[in-house]
């Protein structure tokens, strides 16, 4: 590679009140509410494991500017504002942070984590993303969560008045959802004027709950119908599909998220957090231990918490880079291909190919784009480069 692509940083924290039954991440249900922490899980720990954690990146990361930083979970807002404080100045004092860099916390609308906002905007947090989900009591209920829709309509309304970008994580395809109940929602969302929304299919992943004990979810004519009702409200009210669950207005776009699907590098943090860094001749990737007390016991008695660190072998690279780049409506630029894998663009000459023939590439040579029935069909165009 003749430059090494922008750079990023994850921070995970694994723990939330409650775990949802849709849920796959690596969260996990706060148990002991007696523990040395208030919120229920020992905050002073894990920072000092974070920090340590931090700290045996940096010689990967030497002299290379940070971008943007995301806090995810799990729900981080669990933290303590003076928490986020000394964990961000911590960040500050050890990485080269861009000035006006992008700083995301992911946060749950429960009335005790709103009213830490102000706080958390002091301790540096400049755009926050909402867990609503739903509007719809009812519809909250059914997936586990512990907000209504006053209190989420609330949350938004906090945010916006201390974030200068506010994001809300909304769900469709909701169990026995109709046509109208997914418009009510979207209606409501719109309204709260939020310059970024971000829309989910719900699906019964692994590993969770649902996958056990199956909800009564619309067809897939219905969940159709619903999308395209979505796309159509969210365009008419000036949002732009820039990924295919992503809508933002105008310079609104989340640059942490952004950096992935363009597959630059990010150094993962934190239980169960993933990174990738690259060097001149191979890009990496790193996954730390998942459970939150493994994890914290490996930094202090080894000060190393991965379990898994390994080269990305170059013929895995093509899938990869398209794995991510396709989910954007505009593509990345064809030379980006060579310049963040190190290869040449021929390698993937036989699935632009056949992927443009299927009418799910956008016949620019000078993009790599899906066409609007290859973003339609994403997994299907995805599937052309596993090879």
Excluded at 191 to 207: F, G, M
Excluded at 322 to 338: I, K, P, Q, Y
């Amino acid at each position: 590679m003749t430059a090494l692509p922008p750079l990023a940083l994850y921070i995970h924290f694994p723990w939330c009140e409650k775990k949802c039954p849709y849920c796959d991440f690596n969260s996990h249900q706060i148990k002991d509410p007696n523990s040395k922490s208030q919120n229920g899980f020992d905050e002073a720990r894990y920072i000092k494991a974070l920090i340590a954690d931090l700290e045996t990146e940096l010689p990967r990361i030497w002299g290379r500017q940070v971008h943007s930083i995301f806090i995810g979970g799990g729900t981080p807002s669990l933290l303590s504002s003076e928490g986020m404080n000394e964990l961000l100045s911590a960040v500050r004092a050890r990485v080269n942070l861009e000035p006006d860099a992008e700083i995301t916390m992911e946060a749950n609308p429960g009335s005790v984590e709103t009213t830490k906002f102000a706080g958390f905007a002091k301790a540096g947090i400049n755009r926050v993303s909402l867990g609503i989900q739903s509007f719809q009591d009812e519809q909250l209920k059914a997936l586990g969560r512990i907000h209504n829709g006053e209190e989420a309509k609330r949350a938004v309304e906090i945010a916006m008045q201390h974030f200068a970008s506010v994001n809300l994580d909304l769900m469709y395809g909701l169990p026995k959802q109709t046509l109208e109940a997914a418009k009510a929602d979207i209606e409501t969302a719109l309204s709260l004027k939020t310059p970024h929304l971000s829309l989910y299919n719900l699906t019964l992943e692994p590993n969770t709950y649902f996958a056990s004990f199956p909800p009564n979810l619309p067809n897939e004519d219905d969940i159709d119908a619903i999308f395209d009702q979505n796309l159509e409200l969210l365009t008419k009210a000036g949002y732009d599909r820039y990924e295919v669950s992503a809508y933002a207005k105008k310079d609104q776009e989340c640059k942490h998220n952004l950096n992935y699907w363009r597959f630059g590098d990010y150094i993962g943090i934190g239980a169960g957090a993933h990174g990738k860094v690259s060097f001149p001749d191979k890009v990496t990737r790193q996954v730390r231990e998942r459970h939150p007390e493994a994890y914290m016991q490996a930094m202090e008695t080894s000060g190393n918490a991965l379990i898994e660190s390994r080269e990305i072998p170059p013929k895995d690279l093509p899938f990869e880079f398209m794995l991510n780049a396709l989910r954007l409506s505009d593509g990345v630029a064809t030379h980006t291909f060579s310049e963040r894998t190190g290869l040449p663009l021929h390698v993937i000459a036989k699935g632009l190919d056949e992927a443009s023939k299927k009418g799910l590439l956008d016949p620019d040579p000078g993009k790599l784009k899906p066409s609007p029935q290859g973003l339609r069909y994403l997994n299907n165009l995805q599937e052309i480069f596993l090879g």
